[in-house]
Nanobody, 123 residues
Framework: VQLQASGGGLVQNGDSLTLSCLVSGRTFSGLALGWFRQAPGKEREFVAAISRSFGRTYYSDSVKGRFAISRDNTKRTVYLQMASLKPEDTAIYYC?????????????????WGQGTLVTVSS
């Protein structure tokens, strides 16, 4: 499985941004998908996940109500729509995939990772 994340950039406090992650190599609909982020000097943290069936979504408390994860099985792409961005959302965002679980919120549960895309939110 290969993942290619895109869509990062420099935005201002309160702006919106959508990240995309194109997935190849496996049956897309059978993959659990997630987004994680890592800020400078901090550990990687869970942001959002979407299950491989029914598309049930899960969010960290820090982004709940502001971010939305979705998947398009025909385009083999998972999205992260981010609204009301804050400077503390500044990080490298990674997409991840797992082909064994219904869904996953722990980075250790994911087998495949994209290269990351940088999101910078200025104040």
């Amino acid at each position: 499985v290969q993942l290619q994340a895109s869509g990062g950039g420099l935005v201002q406090n309160g702006d919106s941004l959508t990240l995309s992650c194109l997935v190849s190599g496996r049956t897309f609909s059978g993959l659990a998908l997630g987004w994680f982020r890592q800020a400078p000097g901090k550990e990687r943290e869970f942001v959002a996940a979407i299950s491989r069936s029914f598309g049930r979504t899960y969010y960290s408390d820090s982004v709940k109500g502001r971010f939305a994860i979705s998947r398009d099985n025909t385009k083999r792409t998972v999205y992260l729509q981010m609204a009301s961005l804050k400077p503390e959302d500044t990080a490298i965002y990674y997409c991840a995939a797992d082909d064994g679980r219904l869904y996953a919120t722990d980075s250790d549960e994911y087998d495949y990772w994209g290269q990351g895309t940088l999101v910078t939110v200025s104040s």
